[in-house]
């Protein structure tokens, strides 16, 4: 998981995650809408899974559709073409 879309897809759809810590989401994994785990770690990923439970409530599904609106098509769209600009210059 390296890009946005399946994190914001789920957020859209008020569905907390589960996500390796990787890439350049670690910001919009917080407490409340994401689970993450060492991706190469089996064990840690057990955890994760187990400690799902904790997410399974409407006030979860919330604040991860609330994370969503955070971060708009728009927005995202904007940083997309500003990191493209700065790649071809």
């Given at each position: 998981?390296?890009?946005?879309?399946?994190?914001?897809?789920?957020?859209?759809?008020?569905r907390?995650?589960?996500?390796?810590?990787?890439?350049?989401l670690?910001?919009?994994?917080?407490?409340?809408?994401?689970?993450?785990?060492?991706?190469?770690?089996?064990?840690?990923?057990?955890?994760?899974?187990?400690?799902?439970?904790?997410?399974?409530?409407?006030?979860?599904?919330?604040?991860?559709?609330?994370?969503?609106?955070?971060?708009?098509?728009?927005?995202?769209?904007?940083?997309?073409?500003?990191?493209?600009?700065?790649?071809?210059a």
């Amino acid at each position: 998981m390296l890009n946005s879309g399946s994190l914001f897809a789920a957020f859209t759809f008020g569905r907390p995650v589960l996500a390796p810590k990787l890439g350049c989401l670690s910001g919009y994994l917080t407490d409340d809408v994401a689970i993450t785990y060492e991706a190469q770690d089996i064990d840690d990923l057990a955890r994760a899974i187990l400690e799902s439970r904790r997410l399974k409530n409407m006030d979860a599904r919330t604040a991860a559709y609330e994370k969503a609106l955070e971060y708009s098509p728009d927005m995202m769209a904007a940083d997309f073409a500003s990191m493209v600009k700065r790649l071809v210059a």
